[in-house]
């Protein structure tokens, strides 16, 4: 595997007025400071975290969404302590934050 974990935080914006988006829910920030966190703590890189940005990840109200491969863990977040949550139990220590978790499968 190129990357141990590869993570995709969505960042879509949408229109005024329409849907809630991640983009309005701070995915952006939380992006970048667990780009900066991964970093800092030596796990960025090939073999290692790579954090990247995402389209619509289409769970919109669920949202804001961020999920983890190889393992296809989806979670949610509300700020920064959750982001550095994240990224030091299950980027760095391989324990899934069940606290965050989305459902692993679409609604029947
Ligand atoms: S706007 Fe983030 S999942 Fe659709």
């Known amino acids: 595997m190129y990357y141990k974990h590869h993570v995709f935080f969505c960042l879509n914006q949408r229109d005024e007025g329409e849907r809630v988006c991640c983009a ?3 995915a952006k920030d939380a992006q970048e400071h667990a780009k900066k966190r991964v970093k800092d703590l030596g796990l960025a890189g090939p073999g290692q975290v790579r954090i990247n940005k995402a389209g619509c990840l289409d769970r919109c109200e669920e ?5 983890v491969y190889p393992e296809a863990v989806w979670y949610t977040y509300v700020d920064n302590s959750d982001i550095d949550e994240i990224v030091e139990s299950h980027l760095r220590d391989g324990k899934v ?3 965050l978790l989305l459902d692993a499968k679409p609604k029947a």
Request: proline share 9%; aromatic share 0%.
């Open 63 to 67: 949202g804001p969404c961020v999920v």
């Open 24 to 26: 309005n829910a701070g």
């Open 97 to 99: 934050v069940q606290r």
